[in-house]
């Protein structure tokens, strides 16, 4: 028996839920160590970076696509120390309570749910996200 097929309208509405499930001004925060299993289980590693991400932070889906929208930058924070490796990130709400996505981080280039311009940060270092898709399938 076949999959089940969802148009491409259908798959971009549900990707376009996300952002609105989440909510403006949502909070990226990217960590040291290992990812958790899932985003309901609690943060692992140390917290590197810590940004309110632009009040629409996704473009509108497009062909099955949803890509980072506005400038998504900004500094190590203390517990980087000299230099850590991020390990993955998390989207929170606004209020940083509820965790709605995690992934993994890389460099550009580096084929990570999401790409930074360097995965190795230190207090005060600038940081900017060099891309973020998020891919819908059922074709």
């Known amino acids: 028996m076949p999959p089940i097929q969802l148009s491409t309208a259908v798959v971009n509405a549900a990707l376009d839920s996300i952002e ?10 990217m960590f040291s ?27 509108n889906a497009s062909a099955r696509s949803k890509a980072l929208s506005g400038s998504w930058a900004s500094t190590g924070l203390a517990g980087a120390g000299a230099g850590t490796d991020i390990g993955y990130y998390r989207i929170y709400n606004n ?14 280039g580096g084929g990570g749910d999401m790409t930074v311009n360097n ?5 005060g270092q600038a940081i900017s996200i060099t891309s973020k898709t998020l891919n819908g399938g059922n074709a």
Do not use: W
Not at 20 to 29: D, E, K, P, V
Not at 36 to 43: L, N, S, T, V
Not at 95 to 108: D, I, L, N, Y
């Open 95 to 108: 209020a940083g309570s509820t965790c709605h996505e995690q992934g993994t981080v890389t460099a550009t």
């Open 20 to 29: 609105t499930t989440i909510g403006a001004s949502a909070m990226l925060r």
């Open 119 to 123: 995965v190795n940060i230190a207090d």
């Open 33 to 59: 160590g290992s990812i958790p299993a899932d985003c309901a289980a609690a943060d692992s590693g140390t917290k590197l970076v810590e940004m309110i991400l632009p009040s629409d932070f996704y473009a």
